[in-house]
């Protein structure tokens, strides 16, 4: 077979997936960089825009919130998701794993909406939390917890964990156990064994899943406007408030490019991060 042909082989076989980036991302994307450098009054090309939102403190705040509330989802996600993903691995019987995955993974069939109403059903004042310690003596009145940061948090951790659970589960899964052996046998603990050896390999698959998990909550709307209401304004929020309530398609393109410019960099930075890991 000759170059030419093998060429027009290759570009038959990736034009689709070319076609589908550049109409479904690249012709978006450009459009809304374009309608983000307009005003609402349409006067002409501007950076104004972009300079509302560092000169704003309520545009800054809201970036902020959202930074805050994906560090605390992130963190708290990987703590509750590593020892889950190990005992899924390591101590459930290789006969009853795959039961004990899809049972993790029942959360993703329920509709995001549903989950985030339960949650909210669960943490409101007369919910299933708070009904329950004050008939058992503990409270002597309901506390706040829906329409809060904590709320949107555990509303976050509930989904993000199972998401994170699967990626760290198939990273211990491909370790060969002739790690934890030759660990064992050079006078390593079980700790020191994990510490220094298995942990440092898996811990590009968690970064790769504590990147995916800080994508996915901070672009999030519907979680944070369920369970945090409206008490703080995420970032996400008053992209939606820019459309919904006051017609304002530029200065939400500019915040969406914003947020881009965020992801961008936190995936630069966990790129760089595995790089020089894996030198």
Known sequence: MSASTNNRIGWASVTPALAWTLVFFVVPFVAMAAASLY????D????????????NPSYWRALTNSLEVTAMVTVISVLLAYPFAWILAFIVPERWQRLALMLAVLPFWTSYVVRSYSWLLVLAEKGVINSTLVNIGILSEPIQLANTRAATVIGFVHFFVMLLTLTIFANLKQLSPNYRKAAADLGASPLQSFVHVILPLTLPGVMVGAFLTFVLAIGDYITPQILGGNNEL??????????????????ASALSIILMAVVSIAYFACARWLKIERA
């Open 39 to 42: 005003t609402k009054g349409g």
């Open 44 to 55: 002409g090309l501007s950076l104004a825009n972009y300079l509302q939102f560092f000169y």
């Open 234 to 251: 995420l970032l996400p929020q008053l992209i939606m408030i820019q459309i919904g309530r006051r017609g304002d398609f530029a200065s």
